[in-house]
Protein backbone atom coordinates (compact mmCIF):
# COMPACT_ATOMS: atom_id res chain seq x y z
CA UNK A 1 0.00 0.00 0.00
CA UNK A 2 2.68 2.75 1.04
CA UNK A 3 4.75 2.22 -2.06
CA UNK A 4 2.31 2.30 -4.15
CA UNK A 5 0.55 5.77 -2.68
CA UNK A 6 4.14 7.54 -2.69
CA UNK A 7 4.69 7.07 -6.07
CA UNK A 8 1.06 8.29 -7.40
CA UNK A 9 1.57 11.25 -4.81
CA UNK A 10 5.24 11.29 -6.75
CA UNK A 11 3.73 11.24 -9.91
CA UNK A 12 1.28 14.27 -9.15
CA UNK A 13 3.77 15.73 -7.79
CA UNK A 14 5.56 16.01 -10.52
CA UNK A 15 2.65 16.98 -13.07
CA UNK A 16 2.20 19.97 -10.63
CA UNK A 17 5.37 21.22 -10.69
CA UNK A 18 5.59 20.69 -14.81
CA UNK A 19 2.17 21.97 -15.03
CA UNK A 20 2.87 25.50 -13.20
CA UNK A 21 6.08 26.14 -15.54
CA UNK A 22 3.81 25.68 -18.66
CA UNK A 23 1.36 28.05 -16.95
CA UNK A 24 4.08 30.68 -16.46
CA UNK A 25 5.94 30.47 -19.48
CA UNK A 26 2.82 30.14 -21.67
CA UNK A 27 1.69 33.76 -20.27
CA UNK A 28 5.40 35.15 -20.18
CA UNK A 29 5.08 35.37 -23.86
CA UNK A 30 2.34 37.01 -24.04
CA UNK A 31 2.18 40.49 -25.72
CA UNK A 32 1.59 43.39 -23.98
CA UNK A 33 3.28 45.06 -20.92
CA UNK A 34 1.33 44.95 -18.16
CA UNK A 35 2.44 48.05 -16.75
CA UNK A 36 2.08 49.67 -20.04
CA UNK A 37 -1.50 48.48 -19.54
CA UNK A 38 -2.29 49.58 -16.33
CA UNK A 39 -0.95 53.70 -16.65
CA UNK A 40 -2.15 53.45 -20.28
CA UNK A 41 -0.52 54.81 -23.59
CA UNK A 42 -0.14 58.25 -22.41
CA UNK A 43 2.10 57.40 -19.14
CA UNK A 44 5.70 58.45 -19.69
CA UNK A 45 8.35 55.61 -19.83
CA UNK A 46 9.86 56.54 -16.59
CA UNK A 47 6.39 56.30 -14.54
CA UNK A 48 5.89 52.58 -16.83
CA UNK A 49 9.63 51.34 -15.60
CA UNK A 50 8.94 52.52 -11.90
CA UNK A 51 5.66 50.48 -11.93
CA UNK A 52 7.76 47.85 -14.22
CA UNK A 53 10.11 47.66 -11.10
CA UNK A 54 7.59 47.62 -8.37
CA UNK A 55 5.80 44.52 -9.89
CA UNK A 56 8.98 43.05 -10.03
CA UNK A 57 9.21 42.65 -13.99
CA UNK A 58 12.13 43.48 -14.56
CA UNK A 59 13.92 40.36 -12.42
CA UNK A 60 15.25 37.06 -14.46
CA UNK A 61 12.12 34.83 -15.61
CA UNK A 62 13.42 32.10 -13.17
CA UNK A 63 13.43 34.45 -10.42
CA UNK A 64 9.75 36.21 -11.38
CA UNK A 65 8.42 32.09 -11.00
CA UNK A 66 10.05 31.03 -7.92
CA UNK A 67 8.54 34.09 -6.01
CA UNK A 68 5.26 33.09 -7.71
CA UNK A 69 5.19 29.82 -7.18
CA UNK A 70 6.77 30.30 -3.47
CA UNK A 71 3.84 32.96 -2.86
CA UNK A 72 1.35 30.31 -4.39
CA UNK A 73 2.50 27.50 -1.64
CA UNK A 74 1.45 29.75 1.06
CA UNK A 75 -1.40 30.76 -0.38
CA UNK A 76 -0.49 34.13 -1.76
CA UNK A 77 -1.34 34.43 -4.90
CA UNK A 78 -0.18 37.96 -5.84
CA UNK A 79 -2.08 40.77 -6.47
CA UNK A 80 -4.74 41.84 -9.37
CA UNK A 81 -3.57 44.18 -11.86
CA UNK A 82 -7.05 45.89 -12.79
CA UNK A 83 -8.64 45.36 -9.33
CA UNK A 84 -5.95 46.32 -6.62
CA UNK A 85 -6.81 43.40 -4.49
CA UNK A 86 -5.57 39.79 -3.59
CA UNK A 87 -5.84 37.57 -6.33
CA UNK A 88 -7.02 35.13 -3.18
CA UNK A 89 -9.71 37.11 -2.35
CA UNK A 90 -10.85 37.88 -6.21
CA UNK A 91 -11.02 33.83 -5.90
CA UNK A 92 -13.18 33.73 -3.03
CA UNK A 93 -15.32 35.91 -4.04
CA UNK A 94 -15.78 33.87 -7.09
CA UNK A 95 -15.59 30.31 -6.19
CA UNK A 96 -18.77 30.90 -3.72
CA UNK A 97 -20.43 30.88 -7.46
CA UNK A 98 -18.54 28.44 -9.28
CA UNK A 99 -17.66 25.74 -6.50
CA UNK A 100 -21.59 25.40 -5.69
CA UNK A 101 -22.45 25.63 -9.37
CA UNK A 102 -19.85 22.56 -10.23
CA UNK A 103 -20.75 20.49 -7.55
CA UNK A 104 -24.85 20.98 -8.15
CA UNK A 105 -23.24 19.71 -12.06
CA UNK A 106 -21.72 16.58 -11.03
CA UNK A 107 -24.34 15.65 -8.23
CA UNK A 108 -27.29 16.01 -10.88
CA UNK A 109 -25.27 14.10 -13.47
CA UNK A 110 -24.35 11.07 -10.78
CA UNK A 111 -28.20 11.27 -9.57
CA UNK A 112 -29.31 11.03 -13.46
CA UNK A 113 -26.66 8.73 -15.04
CA UNK A 114 -26.21 6.04 -12.44
CA UNK A 115 -30.13 4.92 -12.17
CA UNK A 116 -30.27 5.01 -16.25
CA UNK A 117 -27.01 3.04 -16.23
CA UNK A 118 -28.19 0.60 -14.02
CA UNK A 119 -31.71 -0.14 -15.08
CA UNK A 120 -30.27 0.05 -18.73
CA UNK A 121 -27.69 -2.88 -18.22
CA UNK A 122 -30.25 -4.75 -16.22
CA UNK A 123 -32.87 -4.54 -19.23
CA UNK A 124 -30.03 -5.02 -22.01
CA UNK A 125 -31.72 -4.58 -25.27
CA UNK A 126 -34.93 -4.04 -24.45
CA UNK A 127 -37.27 -0.98 -25.32
CA UNK A 128 -36.05 1.19 -22.45
CA UNK A 129 -32.33 0.28 -22.53
CA UNK A 130 -33.12 1.41 -26.75
CA UNK A 131 -34.38 4.91 -25.84
CA UNK A 132 -31.90 5.65 -22.49
CA UNK A 133 -28.58 4.66 -25.15
CA UNK A 134 -30.77 6.91 -27.95
CA UNK A 135 -31.05 9.67 -25.58
CA UNK A 136 -27.46 9.39 -24.45
CA UNK A 137 -26.21 9.28 -27.54
CA UNK A 138 -28.23 12.47 -28.56
CA UNK A 139 -26.95 14.39 -25.16
CA UNK A 140 -23.02 13.77 -25.91
CA UNK A 141 -23.36 15.22 -29.24
CA UNK A 142 -25.47 18.01 -27.34
CA UNK A 143 -22.92 21.86 -27.11
CA UNK A 144 -23.93 22.82 -23.48
CA UNK A 145 -24.27 26.13 -24.17
CA UNK A 146 -26.91 25.79 -26.46
CA UNK A 147 -28.80 23.22 -24.18
CA UNK A 148 -28.20 26.34 -22.13
CA UNK A 149 -29.94 28.59 -24.10
CA UNK A 150 -33.05 26.35 -24.79
CA UNK A 151 -33.29 25.88 -21.27
CA UNK A 152 -33.41 29.63 -21.02
CA UNK A 153 -35.78 30.09 -23.90
CA UNK A 154 -38.41 27.39 -21.95
CA UNK A 155 -37.77 27.77 -17.84
CA UNK A 156 -37.27 31.21 -18.25
CA UNK A 157 -38.93 33.06 -21.19
CA UNK A 158 -41.85 30.90 -22.02
CA UNK A 159 -43.05 29.54 -18.38
CA UNK A 160 -41.22 32.26 -16.50
CA UNK A 161 -39.92 29.54 -13.80
CA UNK A 162 -36.53 30.75 -13.55
CA UNK A 163 -34.03 33.46 -13.67
CA UNK A 164 -32.36 33.63 -17.59
CA UNK A 165 -28.95 34.91 -15.85
CA UNK A 166 -27.68 36.70 -13.02
CA UNK A 167 -27.02 36.26 -9.50
CA UNK A 168 -28.36 37.34 -6.73
CA UNK A 169 -25.57 36.41 -3.87
CA UNK A 170 -26.16 33.85 -1.07
CA UNK A 171 -26.84 36.75 1.23
CA UNK A 172 -30.18 37.13 -0.82
CA UNK A 173 -30.67 34.04 0.42
CA UNK A 174 -29.68 29.93 -0.32
CA UNK A 175 -33.17 29.83 -2.44
CA UNK A 176 -32.83 32.37 -5.28
CA UNK A 177 -29.26 31.71 -5.26
CA UNK A 178 -30.19 28.33 -6.06
CA UNK A 179 -32.65 29.39 -7.90
CA UNK A 180 -29.96 31.01 -9.79
CA UNK A 181 -27.72 28.23 -10.51
CA UNK A 182 -30.55 25.68 -11.13
CA UNK A 183 -30.40 25.85 -14.98
CA UNK A 184 -26.20 26.26 -15.48
CA UNK A 185 -26.32 23.39 -13.34
CA UNK A 186 -28.87 21.25 -15.71
CA UNK A 187 -27.18 22.66 -18.94
CA UNK A 188 -23.66 21.64 -17.57
CA UNK A 189 -24.77 18.19 -16.07
CA UNK A 190 -26.88 16.75 -19.26
CA UNK A 191 -23.55 15.78 -21.82
CA UNK A 192 -21.54 14.72 -18.40
CA UNK A 193 -24.54 12.41 -17.62
CA UNK A 194 -24.94 11.04 -20.90
CA UNK A 195 -21.50 9.64 -21.17
CA UNK A 196 -21.65 8.73 -17.52
CA UNK A 197 -24.98 6.50 -18.34
CA UNK A 198 -23.01 4.65 -20.78
CA UNK A 199 -20.24 4.51 -18.71
CA UNK A 200 -22.10 2.84 -15.95
CA UNK A 201 -24.03 1.10 -18.45
CA UNK A 202 -20.95 -0.87 -20.63
CA UNK A 203 -18.87 -1.49 -17.04
CA UNK A 204 -22.21 -2.99 -15.67
CA UNK A 205 -22.50 -5.87 -18.66
CA UNK A 206 -18.88 -6.27 -18.12
CA UNK A 207 -19.11 -7.41 -14.70
CA UNK A 208 -22.47 -9.02 -15.16
CA UNK A 209 -20.91 -11.58 -17.38
CA UNK A 210 -18.28 -12.71 -14.71
CA UNK A 211 -18.45 -15.98 -13.00
CA UNK A 212 -19.14 -14.87 -9.40
CA UNK A 213 -22.03 -12.90 -10.58
CA UNK A 214 -23.54 -16.17 -11.77
CA UNK A 215 -22.22 -17.92 -8.43
CA UNK A 216 -24.13 -15.68 -6.67
CA UNK A 217 -27.32 -15.95 -8.68
CA UNK A 218 -26.68 -20.00 -8.48
CA UNK A 219 -26.57 -19.40 -4.61
CA UNK A 220 -30.13 -17.96 -4.44
CA UNK A 221 -29.33 -14.28 -3.99
CA UNK A 222 -32.34 -11.94 -6.07
CA UNK A 223 -31.59 -10.19 -8.98
CA UNK A 224 -31.79 -7.19 -7.18
CA UNK A 225 -29.14 -8.03 -4.46
CA UNK A 226 -26.84 -8.84 -7.06
CA UNK A 227 -26.96 -5.93 -9.19
CA UNK A 228 -26.58 -3.33 -6.06
CA UNK A 229 -24.36 -5.54 -3.76
CA UNK A 230 -22.17 -7.14 -5.94
CA UNK A 231 -22.11 -6.06 -9.62
CA UNK A 232 -22.40 -2.06 -9.10
CA UNK A 233 -19.36 -2.81 -6.52
CA UNK A 234 -17.19 -3.90 -9.31
CA UNK A 235 -18.16 -1.86 -12.00
CA UNK A 236 -17.02 1.53 -9.95
CA UNK A 237 -13.70 1.81 -10.94
CA UNK A 238 -14.37 3.15 -14.54
CA UNK A 239 -17.38 5.41 -13.39
CA UNK A 240 -15.07 6.59 -10.34
CA UNK A 241 -12.52 7.32 -13.70
CA UNK A 242 -14.89 9.26 -15.40
CA UNK A 243 -16.35 11.18 -12.51
CA UNK A 244 -12.88 12.22 -12.03
CA UNK A 245 -12.19 13.27 -15.69
CA UNK A 246 -15.56 14.84 -16.25
CA UNK A 247 -14.90 17.24 -12.98
CA UNK A 248 -11.63 18.66 -15.40
CA UNK A 249 -14.70 19.15 -17.96
CA UNK A 250 -16.98 21.04 -15.68
CA UNK A 251 -14.33 23.53 -14.45
CA UNK A 252 -13.76 24.16 -18.04
CA UNK A 253 -17.52 24.05 -18.79
CA UNK A 254 -18.40 26.53 -16.16
CA UNK A 255 -16.29 29.28 -18.23
CA UNK A 256 -18.76 28.46 -21.05
CA UNK A 257 -22.14 28.19 -19.04
CA UNK A 258 -20.59 30.64 -16.87
CA UNK A 259 -20.75 33.78 -19.77
CA UNK A 260 -24.41 32.09 -20.81
CA UNK A 261 -26.13 33.39 -17.36
CA UNK A 262 -23.73 36.24 -16.43
CA UNK A 263 -23.15 34.29 -13.30
CA UNK A 264 -19.85 35.89 -11.79
CA UNK A 265 -17.87 33.11 -10.93
CA UNK A 266 -14.11 31.90 -11.80
CA UNK A 267 -14.80 31.20 -14.84
CA UNK A 268 -15.91 34.72 -15.95
CA UNK A 269 -13.28 35.84 -13.70
CA UNK A 270 -10.62 33.95 -16.07
CA UNK A 271 -12.13 35.39 -19.26
CA UNK A 272 -12.57 38.73 -17.97
CA UNK A 273 -8.68 38.94 -16.63
CA UNK A 274 -7.94 37.26 -20.06
CA UNK A 275 -9.40 40.46 -22.12
CA UNK A 276 -8.05 42.82 -19.50
CA UNK A 277 -4.61 41.73 -19.70
CA UNK A 278 -4.59 41.19 -16.29
CA UNK A 279 -2.05 38.41 -16.23
CA UNK A 280 -1.56 37.18 -12.22
CA UNK A 281 -4.94 37.02 -12.03
CA UNK A 282 -4.98 34.62 -15.15
CA UNK A 283 -2.16 32.48 -14.41
CA UNK A 284 -3.57 32.19 -10.58
CA UNK A 285 -6.98 31.12 -10.87
CA UNK A 286 -5.79 28.77 -14.23
CA UNK A 287 -3.08 26.81 -12.15
CA UNK A 288 -5.63 26.75 -9.24
CA UNK A 289 -8.05 24.86 -11.50
CA UNK A 290 -5.16 22.69 -12.98
CA UNK A 291 -4.22 22.07 -9.21
CA UNK A 292 -7.51 21.23 -8.28
CA UNK A 293 -7.79 18.52 -11.37
CA UNK A 294 -4.69 16.70 -10.65
CA UNK A 295 -5.70 16.34 -7.04
CA UNK A 296 -8.68 15.11 -7.93
CA UNK A 297 -7.16 12.86 -10.40
CA UNK A 298 -5.10 11.58 -7.80
CA UNK A 299 -7.74 10.90 -4.83
CA UNK A 300 -9.73 9.04 -8.01
CA UNK A 301 -6.50 6.85 -8.30
CA UNK A 302 -6.04 6.69 -4.54
CA UNK A 303 -9.90 5.57 -3.99
CA UNK A 304 -9.14 2.68 -6.65
CA UNK A 305 -7.34 0.92 -3.69
CA UNK A 306 -9.98 1.69 -1.55
CA UNK A 307 -12.42 -0.37 -3.50
CA UNK A 308 -10.40 -2.74 -5.08
CA UNK A 309 -7.28 -4.55 -2.27
CA UNK A 310 -5.63 -5.96 -5.74
CA UNK A 311 -4.62 -2.83 -6.94
CA UNK A 312 -2.67 -2.31 -3.75
CA UNK A 313 0.12 -3.94 -5.28
CA UNK A 314 1.14 -2.25 -8.09
CA UNK B 1 -17.84 -31.08 -46.08
CA UNK B 2 -17.98 -28.69 -49.19
CA UNK B 3 -15.64 -25.86 -49.16
CA UNK B 4 -16.17 -22.77 -48.01
CA UNK B 5 -16.23 -20.22 -50.82
CA UNK B 6 -13.48 -17.23 -49.71
CA UNK B 7 -15.07 -14.04 -49.42
CA UNK B 8 -12.53 -11.42 -49.98
CA UNK B 9 -12.02 -9.12 -46.94
CA UNK B 10 -12.93 -5.96 -48.00
CA UNK B 11 -15.99 -7.54 -49.77
CA UNK B 12 -16.86 -9.25 -46.03
CA UNK B 13 -16.07 -5.42 -44.61
CA UNK B 14 -19.05 -3.74 -47.35
CA UNK B 15 -21.03 -6.56 -45.75
CA UNK B 16 -21.00 -6.61 -42.42
CA UNK B 17 -21.02 -2.53 -42.88
CA UNK B 18 -24.73 -2.55 -44.34
CA UNK B 19 -25.62 -4.95 -41.73
CA UNK B 20 -24.36 -1.97 -38.78
CA UNK B 21 -27.19 0.23 -38.62
CA UNK B 22 -25.32 3.04 -36.54
CA UNK B 23 -22.27 2.80 -39.07
CA UNK B 24 -25.01 3.47 -41.92
CA UNK B 25 -27.07 6.19 -40.06
CA UNK B 26 -23.58 7.93 -38.62
CA UNK B 27 -22.39 7.40 -42.88
CA UNK B 28 -25.25 9.03 -44.02
CA UNK B 29 -25.53 12.03 -41.59
CA UNK B 30 -21.69 12.86 -41.88
CA UNK B 31 -22.11 12.17 -46.24
CA UNK B 32 -25.10 15.08 -45.68
CA UNK B 33 -23.35 17.71 -44.14
CA UNK B 34 -19.82 17.44 -45.97
CA UNK B 35 -21.41 17.50 -48.91
CA UNK B 36 -23.76 20.98 -47.67
CA UNK B 37 -20.21 22.38 -47.09
CA UNK B 38 -19.14 21.33 -50.25
CA UNK B 39 -22.28 22.92 -51.80
CA UNK B 40 -21.70 25.85 -50.20
CA UNK B 41 -18.44 26.79 -52.51
CA UNK B 42 -20.11 27.00 -55.49
CA UNK B 43 -23.76 27.62 -54.72
CA UNK B 44 -26.22 28.48 -51.19
CA UNK B 45 -29.89 29.43 -51.27
CA UNK B 46 -28.82 33.26 -50.43
CA UNK B 47 -25.53 35.82 -50.07
CA UNK B 48 -24.72 35.15 -46.24
CA UNK B 49 -22.74 38.49 -46.62
CA UNK B 50 -26.23 39.91 -48.00
CA UNK B 51 -27.40 42.34 -45.44
CA UNK B 52 -31.38 42.84 -46.05
CA UNK B 53 -32.96 44.68 -43.01
CA UNK B 54 -36.48 44.25 -44.86
CA UNK B 55 -36.14 40.72 -44.27
CA UNK B 56 -34.88 40.32 -40.93
CA UNK B 57 -35.90 37.52 -38.23
CA UNK B 58 -38.12 36.24 -40.49
CA UNK B 59 -39.40 32.48 -39.30
CA UNK B 60 -39.19 30.00 -40.91
CA UNK B 61 -40.98 29.82 -44.80
CA UNK B 62 -40.74 28.40 -47.98
CA UNK B 63 -38.19 31.02 -49.34
CA UNK B 64 -36.64 30.75 -46.40
CA UNK B 65 -36.72 27.05 -44.53
CA UNK B 66 -34.38 28.25 -41.85
CA UNK B 67 -35.44 31.56 -41.53
CA UNK B 68 -33.42 35.02 -41.42
CA UNK B 69 -30.90 36.03 -38.88
CA UNK B 70 -31.10 40.09 -37.28
CA UNK B 71 -29.80 41.37 -40.38
CA UNK B 72 -32.00 39.39 -42.65
CA UNK B 73 -29.39 36.91 -43.78
CA UNK B 74 -30.71 33.56 -44.17
CA UNK B 75 -29.80 30.75 -41.75
CA UNK B 76 -29.40 27.90 -44.09
CA UNK B 77 -26.84 29.57 -45.90
CA UNK B 78 -25.27 30.34 -43.51
CA UNK B 79 -25.35 27.41 -41.46
CA UNK B 80 -23.82 25.80 -44.74
CA UNK B 81 -21.10 27.94 -45.14
CA UNK B 82 -20.31 27.48 -41.37
CA UNK B 83 -20.07 23.73 -41.72
CA UNK B 84 -16.90 24.27 -44.05
CA UNK B 85 -15.43 25.90 -41.27
CA UNK B 86 -16.39 24.11 -38.31
CA UNK B 87 -15.42 20.55 -40.57
CA UNK B 88 -12.25 22.24 -41.68
CA UNK B 89 -10.87 23.38 -38.01
CA UNK B 90 -11.86 19.91 -36.75
CA UNK B 91 -10.46 18.03 -39.54
CA UNK B 92 -6.89 19.88 -39.15
CA UNK B 93 -6.55 19.62 -35.77
CA UNK B 94 -7.13 15.97 -35.98
CA UNK B 95 -4.30 16.10 -38.66
CA UNK B 96 -2.36 17.79 -35.60
CA UNK B 97 -2.86 15.40 -32.95
CA UNK B 98 -2.41 12.15 -35.14
CA UNK B 99 0.80 14.08 -36.51
CA UNK B 100 2.77 14.50 -33.91
CA UNK B 101 0.93 12.17 -31.31
CA UNK B 102 1.03 9.07 -33.28
CA UNK B 103 4.88 9.33 -33.63
CA UNK B 104 5.31 10.05 -30.11
CA UNK B 105 3.47 7.18 -28.47
CA UNK B 106 4.90 4.98 -31.18
CA UNK B 107 8.38 6.34 -30.31
CA UNK B 108 7.63 5.60 -26.42
CA UNK B 109 6.71 1.96 -26.92
CA UNK B 110 9.50 1.13 -29.06
CA UNK B 111 11.81 2.63 -26.71
CA UNK B 112 10.29 2.02 -23.21
CA UNK B 113 12.63 3.20 -20.00
CA UNK B 114 12.99 6.47 -18.79
CA UNK B 115 11.97 7.91 -22.90
CA UNK B 116 8.64 6.50 -22.23
CA UNK B 117 8.02 7.39 -18.44
CA UNK B 118 8.92 11.34 -19.42
CA UNK B 119 6.55 11.78 -22.70
CA UNK B 120 3.60 10.00 -20.11
CA UNK B 121 4.69 12.68 -17.43
CA UNK B 122 4.56 15.14 -20.15
CA UNK B 123 0.86 13.71 -21.25
CA UNK B 124 -0.44 14.05 -17.96
CA UNK B 125 0.33 17.50 -17.85
CA UNK B 126 -1.22 18.70 -20.97
CA UNK B 127 -3.94 16.07 -19.89
CA UNK B 128 -4.18 18.03 -16.41
CA UNK B 129 -5.17 21.37 -18.66
CA UNK B 130 -9.02 21.52 -19.28
CA UNK B 131 -8.97 21.46 -22.68
CA UNK B 132 -11.42 24.22 -23.27
CA UNK B 133 -10.42 26.26 -20.90
CA UNK B 134 -6.15 26.04 -22.22
CA UNK B 135 -8.32 26.29 -25.44
CA UNK B 136 -9.47 29.88 -24.33
CA UNK B 137 -6.14 30.80 -23.26
CA UNK B 138 -4.33 29.69 -26.34
CA UNK B 139 -6.80 32.00 -28.52
CA UNK B 140 -7.10 34.61 -26.04
CA UNK B 141 -3.24 35.29 -26.06
CA UNK B 142 -2.61 34.81 -29.57
CA UNK B 143 -5.50 36.76 -31.13
CA UNK B 144 -8.91 35.26 -31.86
CA UNK B 145 -9.15 33.42 -35.54
CA UNK B 146 -9.61 30.07 -37.19
CA UNK B 147 -6.05 29.51 -36.88
CA UNK B 148 -5.29 29.96 -33.47
CA UNK B 149 -8.69 28.00 -32.41
CA UNK B 150 -6.92 25.08 -34.63
CA UNK B 151 -3.83 24.86 -33.12
CA UNK B 152 -5.31 25.13 -29.41
CA UNK B 153 -7.50 22.15 -30.20
CA UNK B 154 -4.83 20.35 -32.06
CA UNK B 155 -2.47 20.47 -29.58
CA UNK B 156 -4.71 18.67 -27.22
CA UNK B 157 -5.47 15.86 -29.82
CA UNK B 158 -1.51 15.47 -29.45
CA UNK B 159 -1.59 13.11 -26.27
CA UNK B 160 -4.55 11.23 -26.86
CA UNK B 161 -3.22 10.02 -29.97
CA UNK B 162 -0.53 9.70 -27.94
CA UNK B 163 -2.02 7.26 -25.66
CA UNK B 164 -3.72 5.27 -28.11
CA UNK B 165 -0.90 4.43 -30.24
CA UNK B 166 1.85 3.74 -27.45
CA UNK B 167 -0.80 1.45 -25.81
CA UNK B 168 -1.88 -0.37 -29.32
CA UNK B 169 1.92 -0.82 -29.94
CA UNK B 170 2.83 -1.82 -26.30
CA UNK B 171 0.17 -4.88 -26.80
CA UNK B 172 1.71 -5.10 -30.13
CA UNK B 173 5.73 -5.74 -29.49
CA UNK B 174 5.61 -8.88 -27.38
CA UNK B 175 3.93 -10.87 -30.09
CA UNK B 176 5.68 -13.48 -32.27
CA UNK B 177 5.74 -11.80 -35.36
CA UNK B 178 7.42 -8.65 -34.28
CA UNK B 179 10.02 -10.75 -32.74
CA UNK B 180 10.46 -12.92 -35.73
CA UNK B 181 10.90 -9.45 -37.65
CA UNK B 182 13.69 -8.43 -34.90
CA UNK B 183 15.07 -11.67 -35.69
CA UNK B 184 15.64 -10.79 -39.40
CA UNK B 185 17.30 -7.57 -38.67
CA UNK B 186 14.76 -4.75 -38.83
CA UNK B 187 15.18 -2.41 -36.89
CA UNK B 188 13.15 -0.64 -34.79
CA UNK B 189 11.69 2.17 -36.50
CA UNK B 190 11.47 -0.25 -39.60
CA UNK B 191 9.30 -2.53 -37.71
CA UNK B 192 7.18 0.03 -36.69
CA UNK B 193 6.67 1.69 -39.54
CA UNK B 194 5.89 -1.63 -41.33
CA UNK B 195 3.78 -4.01 -38.69
CA UNK B 196 2.87 -1.31 -35.92
CA UNK B 197 1.35 1.18 -37.93
CA UNK B 198 -0.82 -0.84 -39.47
CA UNK B 199 -2.05 -2.56 -36.77
CA UNK B 200 -2.88 0.44 -35.33
CA UNK B 201 -4.01 2.31 -37.94
CA UNK B 202 -7.88 0.90 -36.86
CA UNK B 203 -7.75 2.19 -33.40
CA UNK B 204 -6.54 5.59 -34.57
CA UNK B 205 -9.27 5.69 -37.18
CA UNK B 206 -11.78 5.11 -34.48
CA UNK B 207 -10.30 7.72 -32.16
CA UNK B 208 -9.64 10.45 -35.44
CA UNK B 209 -13.47 10.10 -35.19
CA UNK B 210 -14.64 10.51 -31.71
CA UNK B 211 -11.77 13.72 -31.69
CA UNK B 212 -13.54 14.86 -35.13
CA UNK B 213 -17.18 15.26 -33.04
CA UNK B 214 -14.80 16.48 -30.38
CA UNK B 215 -12.93 19.21 -32.36
CA UNK B 216 -16.37 20.07 -33.76
CA UNK B 217 -17.78 20.74 -30.29
CA UNK B 218 -15.16 22.68 -29.37
CA UNK B 219 -14.81 24.44 -32.62
CA UNK B 220 -18.35 25.55 -31.41
CA UNK B 221 -17.63 27.15 -28.19
CA UNK B 222 -14.61 28.72 -29.06
CA UNK B 223 -16.44 30.78 -31.85
CA UNK B 224 -19.90 30.86 -29.06
CA UNK B 225 -17.40 32.73 -26.88
CA UNK B 226 -15.76 35.04 -29.48
CA UNK B 227 -12.56 33.40 -30.17
CA UNK B 228 -12.98 31.57 -33.48
CA UNK B 229 -13.50 32.45 -36.98
CA UNK B 230 -14.46 36.15 -36.96
CA UNK B 231 -17.25 37.83 -38.69
CA UNK B 232 -18.33 37.96 -41.68
CA UNK B 233 -16.79 34.46 -42.26
CA UNK B 234 -20.22 32.68 -40.76
CA UNK B 235 -19.45 30.26 -37.45
CA UNK B 236 -22.09 27.71 -35.79
CA UNK B 237 -20.70 29.22 -32.15
CA UNK B 238 -20.78 32.22 -33.50
CA UNK B 239 -24.53 32.39 -34.85
CA UNK B 240 -25.57 30.90 -31.41
CA UNK B 241 -24.28 33.85 -30.10
CA UNK B 242 -25.67 36.52 -31.93
CA UNK B 243 -29.22 34.06 -31.01
CA UNK B 244 -28.45 34.98 -27.64
CA UNK B 245 -30.15 38.49 -27.66
CA UNK B 246 -32.98 37.43 -29.36
CA UNK B 247 -33.91 34.28 -28.32
CA UNK B 248 -37.08 35.76 -26.83
CA UNK B 249 -38.00 37.41 -30.32
CA UNK B 250 -36.68 35.03 -32.93
CA UNK B 251 -35.84 31.39 -31.72
CA UNK B 252 -35.46 30.03 -34.80
CA UNK B 253 -31.77 31.47 -34.69
CA UNK B 254 -30.91 29.73 -31.96
CA UNK B 255 -32.59 26.63 -32.62
CA UNK B 256 -31.11 25.67 -36.54
CA UNK B 257 -27.36 26.35 -35.85
CA UNK B 258 -27.73 24.28 -32.96
CA UNK B 259 -29.14 20.96 -34.60
CA UNK B 260 -26.41 21.15 -37.18
CA UNK B 261 -23.65 20.75 -34.25
CA UNK B 262 -25.96 17.80 -33.09
CA UNK B 263 -26.16 16.43 -36.15
CA UNK B 264 -22.54 16.46 -37.04
CA UNK B 265 -21.32 15.23 -33.98
CA UNK B 266 -23.91 12.37 -34.09
CA UNK B 267 -23.14 11.35 -37.18
CA UNK B 268 -19.69 11.61 -36.22
CA UNK B 269 -20.26 9.79 -33.36
CA UNK B 270 -22.09 6.79 -34.57
CA UNK B 271 -19.83 6.86 -37.62
CA UNK B 272 -16.92 6.28 -34.66
CA UNK B 273 -19.55 3.50 -32.86
CA UNK B 274 -19.85 1.83 -36.37
CA UNK B 275 -16.27 1.59 -37.13
CA UNK B 276 -15.30 0.40 -33.79
CA UNK B 277 -17.39 -2.33 -33.95
CA UNK B 278 -16.36 -3.14 -37.94
CA UNK B 279 -12.92 -3.01 -37.95
CA UNK B 280 -12.21 -4.64 -33.99
CA UNK B 281 -14.23 -7.77 -32.79
CA UNK B 282 -13.21 -7.22 -29.38
CA UNK B 283 -14.32 -4.11 -28.72
CA UNK B 284 -17.89 -5.24 -29.81
CA UNK B 285 -17.91 -6.41 -25.90
CA UNK B 286 -17.48 -3.06 -24.31
CA UNK B 287 -20.97 -1.59 -25.82
Known amino acids: ?47 VQALREQMGLNQPLIMRYMSWLGGFLVGDLGRSYTYSVPVSQLVAERAVVSLPLALLALFLSTAIAIPV ?11 ADTIAMGASQLGVAIPNFWFALLLVYVFAIALRLLPAGGFPGWTAGTWPALKALFLPAIALALPQAAILARVTRSALLDVLGEDFVRTARAK ?71 ATVIVVNLLVDLSYAAIDPRLRGT | ?35 AAALSFVWTPYDVTQISIGDKLKPPS ?56 ALMRLNDVV ?28 IFNIPVFARVSR ?7 PREFILAARASGKGKLMITAEHILPNIANLLLVQGTIQFALGILA ?18 GRMLFEAQTMIAIAPHMAIFPGLAIVMTVLGLNLLGDGLSDLLDPKLRRQK
Not at chain 2, 16 to 25: D, Q
Request: proline content about 5%.
Open chain 1, 1 to 47: MMPFLLKRIGTGAITLLLASIVVFAMLDVVPGDPARMMLGMNATEDA
Open chain 1, 117 to 127: GLYSASHRGKA
Open chain 1, 220 to 290: GLSRNTVLWRHALRNALIPVFTILGLQFSFLLAGTIIIENVFYLPGLGRLIFQAITQRDLIVVESVVMLLV
Open chain 2, 1 to 35: MAPQPTIPETQSVMRRARGSKSFMIGLAITAIIAA
Open chain 2, 62 to 117: LEHWFGTDHFGRDILSMIMVGARNSIAVALVAVGIGMGLGVPLGCWAAARGGWLDE
Open chain 2, 127 to 154: FAFPALLSAIMITAIFGPGAVNAIIAIG
Open chain 2, 167 to 173: AGALALW
Open chain 2, 219 to 236: EASLSYVGLGAQPPMPSW
